[in-house]
């Protein structure tokens, strides 16, 4: 069992930054491939970004590449998502979720365990 727990969300600017943090229990997380997932108002949950267990291989979705990187702590049981240059259309719940299947097949959202999310809200 995974229980994941988000932070770092907020209300920032357009063009500025913020990073979020995913904190898991478990001394297994070390062997979990970890993403980030975003649900927007009215709209469905999509992913974000993926890293494989060791940090060592990272996904990301076309509509935040070059502006987010994902990275993580094994350490401290922590992955993060550092955000750059957001933007309105970046306002979402953001979703930290664990999975032990290749880190590129989480795209499609199936996810072993999830958190409850962190709100980021971006002003324009």
């Known amino acids: 069992q995974v229980q994941l727990v988000e932070s770092g969300g907020g209300l920032v600017q357009a063009g500025g930054s913020l990073r979020l943090s995913c904190a898991a229990s478990?001394?297994?997380?070390?062997?979990?491939?970890m993403a980030w997932f975003r649900q927007a108002p009215e709209k469905e949950r999509e992913f974000v970004a993926a890293?494989?267990?060791?940090?060592?291989?990272?996904n990301y979705a076309d509509s935040v590449k070059g502006r987010f990187i994902i990275s993580r702590d094994n350490a401290k049981n922590t992955v993060y998502l550092q955000m750059n240059s957001l933007k309105p259309e970046d306002t979402a719940v953001y979703y930290c979720?664990?999975?032990?299947?290749?880190?590129?097949?989480?795209?499609?959202?199936?996810?072993?365990?999830w958190g409850k999310g962190t709100l980021v809200t971006v002003s324009s």
């Open positions: 478990g001394r297994t997380f070390s062997s979990y491939n």
């Open positions: 979720a664990a999975d032990r299947r290749n880190y590129n097949r989480l795209t499609d959202g199936y996810m072993d365990y």
């Open positions: 890293i494989s267990w060791s940090g060592g291989s990272t």
